[in-house]
T-cell receptor
C-alpha cells in the first residue's frame, strides 16, 4: 500500500534554531517527492520538488534531502523565523501527476 | 501570471442541504484541475481531477460530484450533504495537461461545516 509517514507529528522550537523534519514513504513506482508548506487555513505552497536522481535541493533557508534507496526524505530549516510556523507536508508522486500520496504533515511552531 | 480563486471562503450548511463550491483559474489555458478535501489533522485526499472540459475522474466514491463546464472552471457539488462532508476543500491546478512532475498550485480553500 502506498503510504507517506511523517515525523514528528508536531514540533516546537525557539526562533533562530534549526530543525529537521522526516518523511518515510512506501510508494512505487516513484516519480518525485515534494515538500509543501501550509499555513493555517490556507492552501499548501510548494517548497521543493525532487526526482529520483536528486539528493538535495534548497529553497532559501529550506533544504530537502532524498535517499531513494531507503525511501526517506528530510526537510531542514535553518535559522527559523516566526513565519515558519506552519504545517509541512511531504508528498510523493507515484509516476503520475494525478497519483499524489500526501503525508499528514508536521505541525511546526516557532516561539520567540 | 496565473491565479486561482475559490469561493466561498467559509460555509456552514445543514445536513441534507445541497452544495456548490466554485474554482476558477486565470492566466493559463487547458490546466489540469483538482479537488481535494482535508480533514482536521489529516493529509489531503484527492476527490476529483479533470484534464479537460467535461472530463472528470473520481478518486473516492462518495456523495460528491464535480463538473468542468468551462476550461478554467471547476465545480464541486452535492445534492445532500452529510456530517462527514465537513472539511477544508482545496482546488488546485497544474499546467501542461498530462505532464509528470509539474507543480500543483492551490487556491485559498473553502472551510465547510455541516451541522
Amino acid at each position: 500500500k502506498n503510504q507517506v509517514e511523517q515525523s514528528p507529528q508536531s514540533l516546537i522550537i525557539l526562533e533562530g534554531k534549526n530543525c529537521t523534519l522526516q518523511c518515510n514513504y512506501t510508494v512505487s513506482p516513484f516519480s518525485n517527492l515534494r515538500w509543501y508548506k501550509q499555513d493555517t487555513g490556507r492552501g499548501p505552497v510548494s517548497l521543493t520538488i525532487m526526482t529520483f536522481s536528486e539528493n538535495t535541493k534548497s529553497n532559501g533557508r529550506y533544504t530537502a534531502t532524498l535517499d531513494a534507496d531507503t525511501k526517506q526524505s528530510s526537510l531542514h530549516i535553518t535559522a527559523s523565523q516566526l513565519s515558519d510556523s506552519a504545517s509541512y507536508i511531504c508528498v510523493v508522486s507515484a509516476n503520475s501527476n494525478y497519483q499524489l500520496i500526501w503525508g499528514a504533515g508536521t505541525k511546526l511552531i516557532i516561539k520567540p | 501570471s496565473q491565479t486561482i480563486h475559490q469561493w466561498p471562503a467559509t460555509l456552514v450548511q445543514p445536513v441534507g442541504s445541497p452544495l456548490s463550491l466554485e474554482c476558477t483559474v486565470e492566466g493559463t489555458s487547458n490546466p489540469n484541475l483538482y479537488w481535494y478535501r482535508q480533514a482536521a489533522g489529516r493529509g489531503l485526499q484527492l476527490l476529483f481531477y479533470s484534464v479537460g472540459i467535461g472530463q472528470i475522474s473520481s478518486e473516492v466514491p462518495q456523495n460528491l460530484s464535480a463538473s468542468r463546464p468551462q476550461d478554467r472552471q471547476f465545480i464541486l457539488s452535492s445534492k445532500k450533504l452529510l456530517l462527514s462532508d465537513s472539511g477544508f476543500y482545496l482546488c488546485a491546478w497544474t499546467g501542461l495537461a498530462g505532464a509528470v512532475s509539474y507543480e500543483q498550485y492551490f487556491g485559498p480553500g473553502t472551510r465547510l461545516t455541516v451541522t
